[in-house]
């Protein structure tokens, strides 16, 4: 089975909203990334957050990570229609392990 | 555009065949990765080269097999095809051997076997 979960599955908010995923994990994790994916097309790296780290910003993203809790969320803020897409996590582990989750689908309406 | 090409974009095939996928990772790119998506698995991580030797395995089938040629250009093998293994099947590159790296992907290859 897959290491990560996501949630909510998927999402519809207004632009200008702000938009939360969250992402828990199963094994302890070297790193966590969180990537998007465009309906069909390939995965665009968005950022990635050490297991030593509990948050990271990014233009208007804002990732924390809580290793007692397994679980990472990623908060999209003033969100654009342009954001329209699948959002995964994605964790690395001991023994080259690599695994994504299931993936939040975002739709931001205009 | 990533600078990650993939090729076919689209291939379909029968049940018990063999097709290969073949992926050129950005220039001056060393590692290439091949995953592969489809609505009952998601995304799996399959394999990692990194300069022509493979770098860590994931959840890849005996019946698949991948090689990085000394161009860093890649390919993946599927033999023996079943109905569940149509996919989409990406590949991606990074400049470095490492899983954390940021990976930049292609297009994909979507497979459909019949």
């Known amino acids: 089975s897959q290491q990560g979960e996501e949630d909510p599955q998927a999402l519809s908010i207004q632009e200008g909203e702000n938009a939360t995923m969250n992402c828990s994990y199963k094994?302890?994790?070297?790193?966590l990334q969180w990537y998007r994916q465009n309906s069909g097309r390939g995965l665009v790296h968005l950022i990635l957050?050490?297991?030593?780290?509990r948050e990271k910003h990014s233009g208007r993203l804002r990732v924390t990570l809580d290793t007692s809790k397994k679980s990472s969320s990623l908060l999209i803020t003033a969100s654009r229609a342009a954001d329209t897409a699948s959002y995964f996590c994605?964790?690395?582990?001991?023994?080259?392990?690599?695994?994504f989750g299931t993936g939040t689908s975002l739709t931001v309406i205009p | 555009d990533s600078g990650v090409t993939q090729t076919p974009k689209h291939l379909i095939t029968a049940t018990g065949q063999r097709v290969t996928l073949r992926c050129s990772p950005r220039?001056?790119?060393?590692?290439v990765y091949w995953y592969q998506q489809s609505l009952d698995q998601g995304l799996q991580f399959l394999i990692q080269?990194?300069?022509?030797?493979?770098?860590a395995k994931g959840n890849i089938l005996e019946r698949f097999s991948a090689q990085q040629f000394p161009d860093l250009h890649s390919e993946l093998n599927l033999s023996s095809l079943e109905l569940g293994d149509s996919a989409l099947y990406f590949c991606?590159?990074?400049?470095?051997?490492?899983?954390?790296?940021?990976?930049?992907f292609g297009p994909g290859t979507r497979l459909t076997v019949l």
């Open positions: 991606a590159s990074s400049d470095s051997g490492g899983l954390t790296d940021t990976q930049y």
């Open positions: 094994t302890s994790i070297n790193n």
């Open positions: 957050i050490r297991s030593n780290e």
């Open positions: 994605a964790t690395d582990s001991a023994g080259n392990q690599f695994y």
């Open positions: 220039s001056g790119d060393l590692s």
């Open positions: 080269y990194y300069n022509g030797e493979e770098r």
